[in-house]
DNA sequence: TCTGGGGTCCTAGGACCC
DNA sequence: TCTGGGGTCCTAGGACCC
């Protein structure tokens, strides 16, 4: 999808388009400041004006999408606020509106599978669709079924999308992106010389900032130089596993089936805090973090029928730092005093003195609640018990090691 | 004024087992 | 002057993706 969040921004907010906009960070509710200013006024007539700037903006967020305008100066997604506002001051900020995504979402994944039925979810704005049994799916490489699933979302959501069409899923995603927004590519396997080898080698989806710099001290920077290199000495340089990848990526070979069901691996909660946090100074607050986390990943695990043996936490100091601990336990749970309890003693496994700026609660190891016979069946009804955990973590002795 | 939140997969060492 | 060879599970960290 193109510029998936802000597009659907676009559809509340129609006078706003053309405008550079940026979505991500916000904490506070624009729909209701805006309603507030302008009662009674629909939100399709609140004048541009009155949308807040990036040049006010305050906070540790990141953008997770940016208008085609916004793009023009240089800003683009993960990009921090606090920067991209002196590349775009003037450009109008808007928090992610994660229901409407969702159901904006859902509706596009479901319009493709009526078409296409193979379907694999790449997250919330992206998928890989497999064109072979389709039928007409092979008609001018596959434009015309591009075309006709372009039109049903356009139809069913108002929001474009780009697709590329290639053999594989690999040459497919990198397709993707030659005619944004609004376009088709088809690539052929003859084509990998011609379009895929003078790409810079981050296109490639799996080189990420590090194999990229890595690549560039080694003097590669196209596709094309990576193919030029034996397997080998790809494999000496990057490892067995990655090397021989990284040549078979290069000459655009990948076999990977679309993978049309999936099992969750792991449900995690984490949260930035508005300042850096200190576990002796501020423990109380801390701890009512904490155990919020905890509640909300096991509240998540319940809703969607899951139970979880690994407990982890993860925080990351002021310095930027991470550090991760988990215990895998005998039995699965979803229970949230139990997942509490367990990240409490992995918490007590790691340094506190310094002071965080991020705290998550992680919990792995996962099967589906109805598949796992129940030892000490809690009632189903029961609720969390929230009042029971004390904030006791968080205290002087408790970064005690060893 | 740096740098979100939710994920997956891989690696590597150690424990433990046969 | 020797000290196996596999296999699985657990844990911590890191790369990468959307």
Redesign the pocket.
């Known amino acids: 999808m193109d510029a998936f969040f802000a597009s659907v921004e676009l559809l509340r907010y129609p006078q706003l388009k053309g405008l550079p906009i940026v979505i991500g ?1 916000g904490r506070r509710d624009v729909d209701e400041m805006l309603s507030e200013r302008f009662a009674g006024r629909a939100l399709s007539q609140i004048p541009p004006e009155a949308f807040p700037l990036l040049k006010d903006y305050v ?4 953008i ?1 999408t940016a208008t085609y305008p916004a793009r023009q100066f240089g800003v683009g ?2 990009m ?1 606020m ?2 991209a ?2 590349l775009c001051p003037q450009a109008i900020v808007l928090p992610v509106d994660f229901d409407e995504v969702r159901r904006h979402s859902r509706t596009f994944k479901a319009v493709i599978r009526e078409i296409a039925p193979v379907v694999e979810d ?5 998928v890989y669709i497999d064109f072979t049994e389709v039928p007409g799916g092979q008609r001018e490489g596959g434009r015309v079924l591009a075309r006709l699933i372009q039109k049903s979302i356009q139809d069913a959501t108002g929001l474009t999308c780009s697709i590329g069409v290639a053999p594989n899923k690999l040459i497919a ?1 990198m397709a993707s992106e030659f005619n944004k927004p609004n376009g088709i590519s088809i690539v052929y396997p003859e084509d990998v010389q011609t379009k895929i080898w003078p790409l810079p080698v981050r296109k ?9 710099a890595k690549l560039h001290r080694l003097h590669l920077h196209t596709i094309g130089d990576i193919a030029a290199q034996s397997q080998d000495w790809l494999v000496d340089n990057f ?4 090397g021989a990848w990284m040549h078979d990526a290069a000459w655009g070979r990948d076999d990977r089936p679309v993978v049309t069901e ?1 099992e ?9 805090f508005d300042r850096d946090l200190h576990a002796v100074r501020d423990r109380a607050e801390l701890g009512a973090i904490f155990t919020d986390l905890c509640t909300r990943v096991a509240e ?1 695990l319940r809703r969607k029928g899951y139970v979880g ?2 407990i ?1 936490i993860k925080l990351r100091y002021d ?10 336990l005998d039995d699965y749970t979803a229970d949230p005093a139990v997942i509490r309890r367990a990240a409490g003693l ?1 918490l007590k ?1 790691v340094d506190l003195g310094r002071r965080l ?2 705290l ?1 609660v992680r919990v792995g ?1 996962l099967a589906r609640a109805d598949a796992i016979p129940q030892t000490a069946a809690p009632a189903a009804a029961e609720a969390p018990r929230v009042a029971e955990f004390t904030p006791d973590l968080f205290q002087p002795g408790a970064q005690e090691t060893g």
């Not at 790449?122 to 992206?126: L, M, V």
């Not at 490639?204 to 990229?212: A, D, R």
């Not at 310095?319 to 895998?328: G, I």
Request: hydrophobic letters at 20%; glycine letters at 16%; a positive charge.
């Open positions: 960070g906070g540790r967020g990141v997770t997604s993960a921090g606090m920067k506002a002196k790449r997250g919330i704005d992206e995603k490639i989806n799996g080189i990420g900032p590090k194999s990229e490892g067995q596993a990655y999936s969750p691996v792991s449900m995690s909660r984490e949260t930035t998540d043996r690994t982890g310095d930027f730092r991470t550090a991760t601990r988990d215990q895998t992995c496994r700026r991020l998550g190891k």
